[in-house]
């Protein structure tokens, strides 16, 4: 692996972001940076404020303006894209740039200043997650597994099915460590979501939720919650959710964090969140409308009706209805429909999903520049010349 850690003081140049961040608390960084792909992901602390960014770097040789600094020889430039955060009331920081001194441990200099990174996406926040995860611990139960396979195909299991494979305390911080683990998997093409023994997903453990009732915890689950789906689906992973069995409340929520829902004969999903007197606050209803349309969105939420395959599959919610029921079968069934999609080689795979997330979360122009960006990291490449070496015909 070639993260290095870093970590230093941290100056904030923009002064939209400089008047949002509390100035009274001293501001430093943390994070890890992968060389491979110019890829930077970081913690800036404030005082009891935590964002966490991820961004990649292009380095250049000029240093002049503010937002950029020579470290020894190289100037860094990193932007940090519509970076949203929450202190005590709701702030939003547009474009705020950062610039690194003292930090540069790693060797930088014999990087080759080109390019190669991925994309800079909107980054998600991260506040206080130390005093929801004290909490998050005092509710143990199930697991969350993760399997990786050679050929790039991992499987993501939720697993507690005493419970019907509901989230605990611990499963919300477990899986919230597997979705890193994945992020640093660099062979990866692929991702199954599922759940343990013939079921998806009951949501948040009621037991849990009960003893967290209060609106201060609730917003803290919410949003470590959110930080962790939307790095789930922002991974450089083709990822599938396999519905068998049930996925209620968080769990249906869950099913949209995936790039495709595959649902078995007899599964049901249901955004039951009406019926508790709530909304989805895992993301589900922001990732909802976004598939299946704004009218569609509606009626789920509103009805919390039973989404079963075939109304799934017609309002494009789903993309296949599985024929085989036990478990084997359509886990074999669901790696052969992705296996569709994830042939070839693990760069192109990457590529193709960086373009296609940043084209769905970034402005049309931020999404021209990453689309340039990663363009430039496949022209040349091993793949790329291999295929022209071949001479393929595409008829
Ligand atoms: C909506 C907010 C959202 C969030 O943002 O956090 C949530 O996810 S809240 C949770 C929403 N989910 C539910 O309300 C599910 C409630 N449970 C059910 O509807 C049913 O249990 C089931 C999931 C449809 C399964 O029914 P069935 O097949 O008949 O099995 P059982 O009912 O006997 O369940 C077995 C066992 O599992 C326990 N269980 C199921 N789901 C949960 C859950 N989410 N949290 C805690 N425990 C759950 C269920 O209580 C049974 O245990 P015992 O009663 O001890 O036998």
Redo the contacts with the bound molecule.
């Keep these: 692996m070639d993260d290095k850690s870093l970590s230093g003081d941290l100056q904030l140049f923009s002064a939209e972001s400089v008047a949002a961040v509390p100035q009274e608390s001293g501001t430093s960084f943390r994070g890890t940076f992968d060389q491979r792909l110019c890829f930077f992901r970081v913690t800036v602390v404030c005082g009891r404020l935590e964002l966490l960014l991820s961004a990649n770097i292009s380095i250049g040789k000029e240093s002049s303006t503010n937002e950029r600094l020579d470290c020894e020889g190289i100037a860094l430039k990193l932007y940090f894209y519509r970076v949203r955060y929450f202190v005590r009331k709701k702030c939003q920081v547009q474009m705020a740039m950062f610039c690194i001194h003292k930090c540069l441990k790693c060797g930088l200099r014999n990087q080759t200043l080109k390019q190669r990174g991925l994309s800079v996406y909107t980054s998600v926040y991260r506040v206080n997650e130390d005093d929801i995860k004290e909490k998050l611990q005092q509710h143990p139960g199930g697991s969350i597994d993760l399997q990786k396979d050679q050929n790039g195909i991992a499987n993501l299991i939720i697993n507690n099915p005493?419970?019907?494979?509901?989230?605990s305390g611990t499963m919300m911080l477990d899986f919230r460590d597997r979705v890193e683990e994945l992020e640093h998997w660099t062979n990866g093409k692929g991702l199954i979501v599922r759940g343990a023994e013939n079921?998806f997903c009951?949501?948040?453990?009621?037991?849990?939720?009960k003893a967290m009732s209060n609106p201060e915890d609730g917003l803290r689950?919410?949003m470590f919650?959110q930080n962790t789906l939307t790095r789930l689906l922002r991974l450089p992973l083709i990822s599938v959710a396999l519905v068998q069995?049930?996925a209620?409340?968080?769990?249906?929520?869950l099913t949209t964090a995936c790039d495709f829902r595959l649902m078995t004969s007899g599964s049901e999903i249901r955004?039951?969140?009406k019926?508790?007197g709530?909304v989805?606050?895992?993301g589900?209803a922001t990732r909802l409308i976004k598939l299946i349309g704004y009218r569609n969105a509606l009626k789920l939420l509103s009805s919390a009706q039973h989404v079963n395959p075939a109304t799934g599959l017609k309002i494009g919610l789903v993309d296949e209805i599985l024929s085989s029921t036990d478990e084997g079968s359509c886990l074999e069934e669901a790696e052969n429909w992705l296996n569709q999609y994830t042939g070839g080689s693990s760069q192109v795979i990457r590529a193709i999903k960086n373009v296609v997330v940043s084209g769905r979360e970034l402005s049309q122009e931020e999404s021209l520049k990453n689309e340039k960006s990663i363009f430039g990291t496949l022209w040349g490449s091993h793949a790329n010349l291999k295929a022209l070496d071949q001479n393929i015909k595409h008829n």
């Design positions: 005493e419970r019907k494979n509901a989230f079921t009951s949501g948040s453990d009621l037991r849990a939720v689950i919410c919650m069995g049930k209620l409340g968080g769990g249906a929520e955004f039951v969140h019926h508790m709530l989805p606050g895992w589900g």
